[in-house]
């Protein structure tokens, strides 16, 4: 197996896998690892997590195969294809208009994406710093508190506030 063409080598904690890949749980389990909920998945590498459960080379390349494939999939590693997601001027205003009748300035802007039935909807809140799993992203010197699954549905994606003729408005998310 060729070393320099994969995606993930081996080498990676199962946690570190796991944040940049949160799908990676259902490979993983798939091929008899229940790495997801084992405390050691922060201090083992995958190599070594397939070496403790006894599997041979054969067995920890196909596994490995496949979270190439899935993340070659996904999209996680093309750097050239991610293009970060953006707030405009207006969503900047009113995000630190929120954060000061709420008394969080300088708190980040968490955005949770979920899909439920092919439909997305979002979950809006600030924090004052990342979760652990976060990717940060800064637009407009407001940080972006994205999970790595939020940030993969939100990449290219134009984040803006709209207000109506019937006083209704919001963030407005948009792919672009």
């Known amino acids: ?48 997590g397939c070496a403790g459960h ?14 190439n494939d899935a993340a070659k999939e996904l999209v996680i590693f093309n750097k050239k294809t991610q293009k970060k997601p953006w707030i405009t001027q207006k969503a900047k205003e009113k995000i630190l208009e929120f954060q000061k009748e709420q008394k969080k300035e300088g708190f980040g802007f968490k955005i949770e994406v979920s899909k439920t039935e092919g439909e997305l909807s979002y979950f809006l809140n600030f924090l004052e710093k990342p979760e652990t799993s976060d990717i940060i992203v800064e637009s407009l010197n407001i940080k972006l508190f994205l999970s790595p699954e939020s940030f993969r549905f939100l990449m290219g994606s134009e984040i803006d506030f709209i207000e109506n003729n019937n006083g209704e408005s919001g963030f407005k998310i948009d792919q672009k």
Do not use: R
């Open 1 to 48: 197996m060729d070393k320099k063409k994969l995606l993930f080598t081996g080498d990676e904690l199962i946690s570190e896998i796991l944040k940049q890949m949160p799908e990676a749980h259902h490979i993983l389990l798939a091929h008899g690892l229940s790495c997801v909920g084992c405390h050691i998945n922060n201090y083992e590498t995958l190599k070594q």
């Open 54 to 67: 006894g599997y041979n080379d054969e067995e920890f390349n196909y596994l490995l195969t496949d979270l």
